[in-house]
């Protein structure tokens, strides 16, 4: 079973999971509604002493949501006691961060709501398992909540259908709290630390958030490594497994690139002429093999592994720097680049998971040490 069912989880609570952590002592206020001053199609927020307003491009229900912390301290009655803000509380609550520069009107709906931070002890217990919120709740500071509960589920769920079907090591289903329990820990520390420097009421965080962080933002910004760099923290495509029992980095080593636990770079190609990328190439939820190198790199030994797919779960592809029929085409040397592949280096081999992640990779042609990984994680996937 795999609790899926959010904050208050009733597969975590019958299984005996401890969900610890608490409640910030702010109360928020989430609306969907109209409004005028806006520039469409962008997010706004504003920054002010009392802390932060956000304005979401929605388009329905209603154009905009906004989300908002109330400005003055307070303690929210219990849930459910308090009515939702009205028309003229929402507008008041506006003005404050705007000073009158946004109209609201046509509101859909509106609550008031309190942030919880927690995260579950473990992640299995036997037969259970946890993903998403029944997992981990934060606040909404970096938007992380959605990717990480995604996140959570794609690593669980091939790994659920290879074990399940008999394919893997049931050890493999071990290595899902292994891998995402450290990322929902990590998630949470970020979150709340954003969260403290968006709600604190410190003078020098104050002046730091409302006069320093725009500017440092707007100089960040002009860099491309460093939107590069935030982009991919803020959208966790920076995470990394390499830790993680099921990775593995095989011998010889490769000196450069993403290394086994990374997730696999994109980088354009070509398929029989017609462009593509690597990531569409290898895109099926199945394991990908990907071998590199010239068309004479790949003893006739290799044959049968180039043309038969294992079973159905590995499927192996060519990645070369001439345009090869059938193979995956790389003449600009873009991917071989992105996999830290030089002329000299050019021959390697790499495993790919179904979850687009490097699971095992090595320099050479030799796949001894291939096989080995495979007879672990995968009984009786290798080809012979």
């Known amino acids: 079973m795999v609790g899926c069912d959010g904050a208050r989880s009733a597969v975590r609570h019958h299984a005996g999971i401890d969900f610890t952590g608490g409640a910030y002592p702010q109360t928020f206020v989430l609306a969907d509604l109209a409004a005028d001053g806006l520039e469409p199609g962008a997010a706004h927020v504003y920054l002010s002493a009392a802390g932060m307003l956000f304005f979401f491009p929605l388009g329905r229900p209603a154009p905009w949501r906004l989300l908002a912390m109330r400005p003055r301290p307070d303690t929210p009655p219990p849930a459910g006691d308090e009515p939702a803000p009205s028309p003229a509380e929402l507008r008041t609550l506006t003005d404050t961060y705007t000073n009158g520069d946004v109209w609201l009107h046509d509101p859909v709906w509106a609550t008031y709501f309190r942030i919880h931070h927690r995260h579950a002890t473990t992640y299995r217990a036997d037969r259970v398992f946890l993903a998403g919120d029944a997992a981990h709740i934060h606040s909404p500071a970096g938007a992380q909540g959605m990717n990480t509960g995604i996140q959570d589920a794609w690593n669980l769920g091939w790994k659920l259908a290879l ?103 994109d980088a354009a ?68 680049a992105r996999l830290g592949l030089d002329r000299d280096e050019g021959t390697a081999h790499c495993l790919v998971r179904p979850d687009g992640y490097i699971a095992y990779r090595a320099q050479g042609n030799d796949l001894t040490g291939l096989y080995a990984h495979l007879d672990c994680w995968l009984p009786g996937a290798p080809p012979r």
């Not at 709290?177 to 450290?182: G, L, S, T, V, W």
């Not at 017609?274 to 044959?303: K, M, N, V």
């Open 269 to 336: 190609i070509h398929v029989n002429g017609e462009p593509y990328t690597l990531h569409r190439a290898l895109g099926a939820p199945r394991h990908h093999l990907l071998l590199t190198g010239s068309s004479d790199a790949w003893p006739t030994q290799t044959a049968a592994l180039l043309g038969t797919p294992a079973t159905g779960l590995v499927t192996v592809h060519r990645l070369t720097r001439e345009s090869t029929q059938g193979a995956l085409a790389d003449t600009h040397g873009d991917a071989h």
């Open 163 to 265: 074990t399940t079907g008999g394919a893997a090591n049931p050890a493999l289903l071990d290595t899902y709290q292994a891998e995402r329990q450290p990322v929902g820990r990590n998630v949470l520390r970020f979150t709340d630390r954003a969260f403290g420097i968006a709600t604190s009421t410190n003078p020098v965080i104050r002046v730091a958030r409302t006069h320093i962080a725009p500017r440092l933002i707007r100089l960040a910004g002009r860099s491309r490594r460093a939107r590069t760099a935030g982009l991919r923290t803020v959208a966790q495509l920076a995470i990394n497994y390499r830790h993680s029992p099921a990775v593995e980095e095989g011998h010889p080593r490769l000196r450069r690139g993403p290394r086994a636990g990374d997730r696999l770079p």
